[in-house]
């Protein structure tokens, strides 16, 4: 058995343990089958194994830093050149990046500030105009700061009314949902009840924010109970990723 294929093989069973358990958390929450998505979080991980997660059939990747992800991206698409897939970037996205990610992200999960919405907006209309990317907006989320901590990352929760409606101007940027990450020092089930009913609050001025991201390897049944619609695997799935 090759590296290749031997890796195939673990990644295989480990994307069907996830499938299971995001089926029995959706069976658990009275919910739609196939009513939530699995996003591959592959940052530290190679192209190969994001080309053997394509040949079992995912198609949404998330990456956190923009250095690593611009080269990956390439890396992927000339490895498997017939394949279209949608990359999330999820980590903390600064300003001066904006740009680089314009070019190789097809949805911003980490939108956390008006600055940053405008930056976007501008570097997704310079590479749309340049044919770096699709002519059609990005899709962004909004991330959520549960707890106001500015070292966490996210947009405190008095700030978003403002951030959702710069974004739902934008005609470069197209508003689909919001994202966070349960803070470390909250219950999950207090976490997620809090990002839930803000969600439900702002969709009654934003029916577009249809989309909400919540849940990793270790929380991720807490977050299907309160409504998440997407969830962003990565240790589950790859495995303990190598300090970087």
Do not use: Y
């Amino acid at each position: 058995m090759t590296e290749f294929s031997q890796r195939h093989a673990e990644l295989e069973s480990a994307l069907q343990r996830v499938r299971e358990r995001i089926a029995a958390a959706v069976a658990a929450a009275g919910r739609e089958p196939g009513s939530v998505e699995l996003l591959a979080v592959t940052k530290t991980f190679p192209a190969s194994d994001v080309a053997a997660l394509i040949d079992l059939g995912l198609r949404e990747f998330g990456e956190n830093r923009d250095q690593e992800a611009s080269a990956k991206v390439a890396e992927v698409a000339e490895l498997r050149p017939d394949v279209p897939v949608r990359w999330h970037m999820v980590g903390r996205l600064q300003r001066n990046k904006a740009r680089s990610v314009a070019r190789w992200a097809s949805v911003v999960q980490s939108v956390d500030s008006v600055r940053l919405a405008q930056a976007l907006a501008k570097a997704v209309a310079r590479a749309r105009s340049e044919g770096q990317r699709p002519d059609e907006p990005m899709d962004v989320q909004l991330q959520v700061s549960i707890d106001g901590d500015p070292a966490r990352g996210g947009c405190p929760l008095d700030e978003l009314d403002r951030l959702a409606d710069e974004v739902a101007r934008s005609s470069d940027l197209r508003l689909r949902g919001l994202m966070a990450v349960a803070p470390l020092d909250w219950a999950p089930e207090k976490a997620f009840a809090v990002l839930q009913k803000t969600h439900d609050r702002l969709r009654k001025d934003h029916p577009e924010l249809v989309e909400l991201s919540a849940g990793m390897s270790g929380d991720l049944e807490v977050a299907v109970a309160h409504g998440s619609t997407r969830v962003r695997v990565g240790t589950a799935l790859l495995g303990h990723r190598a300090l970087a």
